[in-house]
């Protein structure tokens, strides 16, 4: 009895030893922009409690990044497009000016990879998913995207259904900012809420 009782004991620190480790918390706040900085002149904006980014009339590249590291997280966040969805949610990142190193979460129209990971300024295109997983995309409609980054591993989420997992030894080794992109071109908008970030 008393080892049960001792092993029950046990076991609850244990599990509120994890619980503890992993903090929660909402990266935007639904008013304004704090815990962000914004790089590069596209528009950054809360409007009606949600995120908008939108391509200002210099039609380049834009972020929005967190002003604190995140090395091993879990991020859920729900993004609806308007007219050219091109964005992304990048981790593990540095931005100078409006060039960024690191790697992106893809946010795009239908037929562009949603979910997959891209490497700016480096490698390109790490991994893609099934094309049949585009599916998933619910275009001009609510999205959610969950982003877990753990040592060299990277596993996304859209609307519930895995989209990719890769291991790479070069994200491993990284940490950095989550940022927010506006791709050039011009034309695009994509509304963003309910961000919120687990650190593990």
């Known amino acids: 009895m ?15 030893s994890c619980a503890s ?28 409690g949600l995120l908008v980014c939108e391509s200002g009339p210099d039609k380049n590249y834009g972020y929005l990044a967190t002003d604190k590291d995140y090395k091993n997280f879990e991020l859920t966040v729900d993004f609806k497009q308007s007219a050219n969805g091109n964005s992304g949610v ?8 409006t060039k960024i190193a690191g790697w992106q ?15 700016s300024y480096g490698r390109g295109w790490l991994i893609k998913p099934d094309t049949e997983k585009d ?6 409609e609510w999205n959610t995207m969950k982003i877990r980054v753990v040592g060299n591993t990277v596993t996304t989420w859209l609307n519930g259904n895995q ?29 963003w809420k309910n961000i919120v970030v687990t650190k593990i």
């Open 2 to 16: 008393h080892i049960k009782l001792s092993l029950g004991m046990l076991l609850s620190i244990l599990f509120l």
């Open 21 to 48: 480790s992993q903090k929660t918390t909402s990266l935007f706040n639904g008013k304004d922009l704090s815990g962000w900085e914004v790089y590069g002149t596209e528009k950054w904006a809360v409007e009606d």
């Open 90 to 97: 990048f981790f593990r990142s540095s931005i100078e000016g």
């Open 105 to 119: 979460v893809e946010v795009a129209p239908p037929k562009h990879d949603t979910g997959g990971i891209y490497e």
């Open 135 to 140: 599916k998933y995309l619910k275009f001009g």
């Open 163 to 191: 989209m990719i997992e890769l291991k790479d030894a070069k994200i491993g080794e990284a940490n950095g900012k989550i940022a927010l992109q506006i791709h050039d071109g011009g034309g695009i908008k994509v509304f």
